[in-house]
C-alpha cells in the first residue's frame, strides 16, 4: 500500500505567517490523485484541494496544493485564526486508499 | 448543502458486531457520480479507509477487512450501513461516513463531504 508521510507532524507558527506542509508518497501518486483536508476536533474533515493542486468549491485562494509524483505540498498564505487544525493528505490513486497521519498546526 | 450524519452503537462487546447507520440529507444518494464510503480513525492513529457502496449496492472494500465486512444502502431511506463482525479492541475507533465523487474510468476519487464522525469502543 501507498505510505504517505507528512510533515512536519507538528508546526506552531501565528496568524499572518505562511504555512507549509509536506506529504511524501511512497510510490509515485499516478494521475496526481491527492487531496487535502483539514480536521477540526468534533467536526466533519473538510476537503481543501482534490487533484494536487484544485481548490474545492468554496476554499479561501489562501489554501494551494502543488506537486507530483511522490512530493506533495499544501502551502497557507496568510494565516487566519480558524485555519489553526490537523490537515490530513490523502492518495486515491492506488487501492487501498490511504491517509498521512497528519500534521497539526498550532498557534504560536 | 450535502450533509452525512453517522448513528449507532457507542459501545460493542468483543465478538460481535459493530453496525453503524449513515444518513444522507440534502441530496440524493441514488445518484451514480459518488460512491458511499466507510472510513475510520483508532485513538491516537492515523485514518483508515474501510470500504464503499455504490447506489446499486455494488461494493468494495479494504481487503483485509472484507472477510468480516459488509456495507449496504437502503436508498429508500437515503442511507447507508456498515456491519463488521467479530470485533475487537482494534476495531475502537471514530467511524466516518463520506461521499467521494465517482471518476470518468468509474474509479474512487477524493472525498467530498464527511460526517462529523461516532466513536464506537469496543470492550465488554
Known amino acids: 500500500e501507498v505510505v504517505l508521510t507528512q510533515s512536519p507532524g507538528t508546526l506552531s507558527l501565528s496568524p499572518g505567517e505562511r504555512a507549509t506542509l509536506s506529504c511524501r508518497a511512497s510510490?509515485?501518486?499516478?494521475?496526481?490523485?491527492l487531496a487535502w483536508y483539514q480536521h477540526k476536533l468534533g467536526q466533519a474533515p473538510r476537503l481543501l484541494i482534490h487533484?494536487?493542486?484544485s481548490r474545492a468549491t468554496g476554499i479561501p485562494d489562501r489554501f494551494s496544493g502543488s506537486g507530483s509524483g511522490t512530493d506533495f505540498t499544501l502551502t497557507i498564505s496568510r494565516l487566519e485564526p480558524e485555519d489553526f487544525a490537523v490537515y490530513y493528505c490523502?492518495?486515491?490513486?492506488?487501492?487501498?486508499?490511504?491517509f498521512g497521519l497528519g500534521t497539526k498546526l498550532e498557534i504560536k | 448543502q450535502v450533509q452525512l450524519q453517522e448513528s449507532g452503537p457507542g459501545l460493542v462487546k468483543p465478538s460481535e458486531t459493530l453496525s453503524l447507520t449513515c444518513t444522507v440529507s440534502?441530496?440524493?444518494?441514488?445518484?451514480?457520480?459518488?460512491?458511499w464510503s466507510w472510513i475510520r480513525q483508532p485513538p491516537g492513529k492515523g485514518l483508515e479507509w474501510i470500504g464503499y457502496v455504490y447506489y446499486t449496492g455494488n461494493t468494495y472494500y479494504k481487503s483485509s477487512l472484507k472477510s468480516r465486512l459488509t456495507i449496504s444502502i437502503t436508498t429508500s431511506k437515503n442511507q447507508f450501513s456498515l456491519k463488521l463482525s467479530s470485533v475487537t479492541a482494534a476495531d475502537t475507533a471514530v467511524y466516518f461516513c463520506?461521499?467521494?465523487?465517482?471518476?470518468?474510468?468509474?474509479?474512487?476519487?477524493?472525498?467530498?463531504?464527511w460526517g462529523q464522525g461516532t466513536l464506537v469502543t469496543v470492550s465488554s
Open positions: 463520506a461521499r467521494a465523487l465517482m471518476g470518468g474510468y468509474g474509479e474512487m476519487e477524493h472525498f467530498q463531504h
Open positions: 510510490q509515485s501518486v499516478s494521475r496526481t490523485y
Open positions: 487533484g494536487a493542486s
Open positions: 490523502q492518495q486515491y490513486a492506488t487501492s487501498p486508499y490511504t
Open positions: 440534502g441530496g440524493t444518494i441514488l445518484s451514480g457520480d459518488y460512491y
